[in-house]
């Protein structure tokens, strides 16, 4: 799958429109696939994570790691909101 790093090319600029842009396309893209599209879910909960929205991502990557346990981004977008919300490492899955 081409999608993940053409979304990572957005949420690695600097510049906050364009990474205002990735994130956007991520969670709009999870809609439009569906809550049971994992992929979709946990890239969009690693956008949110990326762009400080820490407690819409807290609330997703539960439901993305439900569907795929293993899925790299969802963990590190976990990883990430917990560590922004400063909760310890308890409390990350």
Same mark, same amino acid.
């Given at each position: 799958m081409l999608a993940e790093p053409l979304l990572a090319?957005?949420? =690695? *600029?600097?510049? &906050? &429109? /364009? #990474?205002?842009? +990735? !994130?956007? =396309? #991520? @969670?709009? *893209? /999870? !809609? @439009? #696939? +569906?809550k049971d599209s994992w992929p979709w879910a946990s890239w969009a909960a690693a956008a949110l994570a990326g762009q400080s929205a820490v407690d819409e991502a807290w609330q997703l990557a539960p439901h993305a790691q439900a569907l795929q346990t293993h899925s790299g981004a969802v963990v590190h977008a976990r990883s990430h909101a917990g560590h922004e919300q400063g909760t310890g490492p308890g409390e990350v899955e």
């Open positions: 090319a957005f949420s =690695l *600029q600097m510049a &906050p &429109p /364009y #990474a205002e842009h +990735g !994130r956007h =396309l #991520a @969670v709009s *893209q /999870y !809609r @439009v #696939a +569906g």
